[in-house]
């Protein structure tokens, strides 16, 4: 794994509200086009995590079903357990990942790390809908040994239509247990160098605000334009390998649904 996979998740959960346009939200992502196929490219550019890191501009991918009840793509999977697009409050089961790998070819500073798995979790999110926004709060727990921990949140989603565009904004707040920090963040004995002493971290608390842009080219093109500002906690900052508390992501794709 020679990239940061995703630093976090800007597609994150809420329950089924629609937009004016084709843009709704379901099953913890944002999406457009129910009941179709997505193929899906563009590029991102990323804060540095960690210390010279090698990677800031990343490409984006994807693929996958997206469904009434229950979408598959390179994101993961999610189905809707309880609720419908109508119901005040949904509950879904996601099928995910904490976004979050590296071996030492990721950054020269990390040379001598042992490598950091990219997790497969497992969760719930439960939605609340108050009229074109979401309360949504989501716990996932690696199930695959990974950093054998858990993430657990609370997102506020708004949908607006502008014109053509459907312009989604969300703020949110995200807790990170001791095992994700030590195991992303941490520096074991082994692991110490001089400019690079050990850590281990605590739990930390992170703050995101962000947006996502989506514009229809035709009935089966869109593009899109995302930018996501995150505030690590300081039990993640604090690490030596970490470059900033202060991330932001800013990408762009074009998507095909059929």
Do not use: C
Request: glycine share 10%; aromatic share 14%; no cysteine.
């Amino acid at each position: 794994m020679k990239n940061i996979v995703v630093l976090f998740s800007t597609l994150a959960a809420a329950s089924a509200v629609h937009a004016a346009g084709d843009t709704y939200i379901l099953n913890g992502s944002i999406y457009t086009k129910q009941n179709t196929w997505i193929a899906e490219a563009g590029v991102a550019g990323i804060s540095d995590l960690y210390k010279e890191q090698d990677d800031s501009v990343v490409p984006v991918l994807n693929f996958g079903y997206h469904g009434d009840d229950f979408n598959v793509d390179l994101n993961g999977a999610n189905y809707r357990v309880y609720g419908t697009d109508s119901d005040q409050v949904n509950i879904g089961v996601i099928l995910t990942s904490a976004g979050l790998a590296y071996d030492d070819d990721t950054s020269d500073f990390l040379k001598g790390m042992d490598d950091r798995d990219l997790s497969v979790d497992l969760g719930l999110n439960v939605d609340f809908r108050l009229g074109t926004g979401v309360i949504s709060t989501y716990f996932q727990h690696d199930v695959s040994g990974a950093y054998k921990g858990y993430i657990a949140g609370a997102r506020y989603f708004d949908i607006a239509t502008i014109g053509d565009v459907d312009f989604v904004s969300f703020a949110g707040v995200m807790l990170q247990s001791k095992d994700f920090v030590d195991y992303y963040f941490g520096v074991n004995q082994n692991e110490a160098r001089a400019n690079r002493p050990a850590y281990t971290g605590d739990s930390s608390v992170a703050y995101e605000l962000g947006y996502k842009l989506i514009y229809p080219l035709s009935e089966s093109w869109n593009l899109t334009q995302s930018t996501q500002y995150t505030r690590l906690g300081s039990d993640v900052a604090d690490s030596p390998i970490v470059d900033s508390a202060n991330q932001w992501m800013v990408g762009a794709t074009i998507a095909y649904h059929f």
